[in-house]
C-alpha cells in the first residue's frame, strides 16, 4: 500500500501521475501543487475518476519558496502520520524553463535564479524538510526529473544548443541526486535516489512540437521507477530504462 508525493500535479507530466497512480486503491497520493488558488480543475477531475478519490490529498506546495515547503511537510505528517505511513516515492516533477530563447552569451540573471530556485532547491529542500520531518520510508525511491538536455554528453551533441538555462538547472539537479544519493544512503539504508529524462513530450513545457503522449511517458516512467534496485542508487535513465551519460 505505497504512498507517493509528487510536486507540480495540477497540470502536465504531474497530473499524468496523478491519472496513472490513482487508478489503484492501494495507492495514497500527496498531489501538490504552487497554489491552491490555481486551476486545479483537471487534477480535481482526475481525482474524482480514480478508483478511491479520499485516498489523494491535495497540498499547496511552492517548490521556490521555502516557507511553502516547510508549511507543506508539516501538512503532510499531519496526514500520513495517523495513518502510520511515510512516502515510499517522491517524484520531484515540478520545474519551469521560461527563457527557452536564450543562449549563454544572453543569460537573463533572473530568469536563470527562478529556474534553479523551482529547478534544483525546490527537490533539495523537499527532500531536506521530508526527512527532518521523519516522512520518508527507509527505501525511499526519489525521483529527480531531469532532461536529455541536462547531460554534457546528450548537450554538447545539440546544435543549435537551446535552452541554456533550463540545461543549467538540469545539469545541477543532476549534480544534486549524486550527492542526495550518498546522502540520502548515510540516513536511510534503502533509499535509491536517480534522475530521468521523460522524452519530448506533449505538456506546456515539451510545446505542440513534442512526439510523446504523456500517458506513454509516465507509463515508461513508472515501470522503471517500481523496477529500481538498490544498485542503480545515484543513476540517471531514460523513460525507456536505459541509461544516459552524464
Ligand atoms: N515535457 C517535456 O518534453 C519534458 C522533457 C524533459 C524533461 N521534462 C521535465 O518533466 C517535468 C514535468 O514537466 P512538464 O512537461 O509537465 O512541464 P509543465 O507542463 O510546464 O508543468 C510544470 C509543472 O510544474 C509546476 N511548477 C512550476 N513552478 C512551480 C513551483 N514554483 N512550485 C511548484 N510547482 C511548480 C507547474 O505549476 P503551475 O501551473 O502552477 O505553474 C506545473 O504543474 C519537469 O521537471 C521537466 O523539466 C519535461
Redesign the pocket.
Known amino acids: 500500500m505505497p504512498t507517493y508525493c509528487i ?9 499524468e501521475f496523478v491519472r496513472q497512480l490513482s487508478q489503484s486503491p492501494e495507492n495514497t497520493i500527496l498531489a ?4 491552491l488558488s ?1 486551476d486545479l480543475g483537471p487534477l480535481k477531475e482526475a481525482i474524482a475518476a480514480s478508483s478511491s478519490p479520499a485516498n489523494t490529498h491535495i497540498l499547496e ?4 519558496n521555502l516557507l511553502s515547503i516547510h508549511t507543506f511537510s508539516k501538512e503532510a505528517g499531519k496526514i500520513l502520520h495517523p495513518l502510520g505511513k511515510k512516502i515510499d516515492f517522491l517524484l520531484n ?5 521560461p527563457a527557452s530563447w536564450q543562449s549563454s552569451l544572453s543569460l537573463g540573471p533572473d530568469d536563470l535564479s527562478h529556474q534553479i530556485n ?2 534544483v532547491v ?1 527537490p533539495a529542500k523537499t527532500v531536506e524538510f521530508l526527512l527532518g520531518s521523519d516522512l520518508l520510508a527507509k527505501d525511499v525511491r526519489i525521483l529527480n ?4 538536455l541536462g547531460s554534457l554528453s546528450v548537450s554538447s551533441g545539440i546544435k543549435p544548443r537551446k535552452c541554456a538555462g533550463y540545461s543549467i538547472s ?1 545539469a545541477a539537479l543532476n549534480m544534486l541526486s549524486v550527492h542526495q544519493a550518498e546522502d540520502l544512503k548515510a540516513k536511510l539504508e534503502g533509499a535509491v535516489v536517480i534522475v530521468m ?5 506533449k ?4 510545446g505542440e512540437g ?1 512526439v510523446m503522449e504523456p500517458e506513454d511517458s509516465i507509463q515508461d516512467v513508472l515501470r522503471v521507477l517500481h523496477g529500481l534496485k538498490k544498485e542503480d542508487n545515484g543513476k540517471f535513465f531514460h523513460h525507456s530504462g536505459e541509461t544516459i551519460p552524464w
Open positions: 510536486t507540480g500535479t495540477n497540470r502536465g507530466l504531474g497530473l501538490l501543487t504552487r497554489s490555481s506546495c511552492d517548490t521556490s516533477s515540478a520545474a519551469v524553463n523551482v529547478n525546490g526529473m531531469t532532461s536529455g538540469k529524462d521523460p522524452g519530448w513530450v505538456t506546456r513545457m515539451g513534442a
